[in-house]
């Protein structure tokens, strides 16, 4: 179904369905950013565009004959500092403990996904 997507993987919806979830966290993460700063916050909006970015760059990585290793690096970065730009703004505008536990939950499940991610990474453009 998704070999169109990625066709030099064994497994093409297994890709897809990490990058889905992945996504599906991002999404989160901005909704939290959101729904504590407004949606046409700075933060927000730079939250939105580095989801948008992290994805499009990362199919494009995983594609044959994609963008590389050095986009791969730029991605990771990136991911990180979505990560860091939500901590943030959990960490300052906190909303007490049912503020917080989501937050928390959708971070871990994301902070995880980018560590996968290495591992798909070299899977994609070190061990060819």
Known sequence: MFDWLFPNWSNPAGIALLLGVRLGCNVALTALVARRLGRRHRRTVAMAAGTLASTVITV?????????????????????????????????EPRGVRGVLP????????TFLTLVMVVVYGEALVAP
């Open 60 to 92: 494009l990585v995983l594609r044959p004959g994609g963008l590389g290793l050095a986009a791969s690096r730029v991605e990771f970065v990136l991911q990180l500092t979505l990560l860091a730009v939500a901590g943030y703004t959990v960490a300052r």
């Open 103 to 110: 937050a928390l939950g959708v971070g871990l499940v994301a």
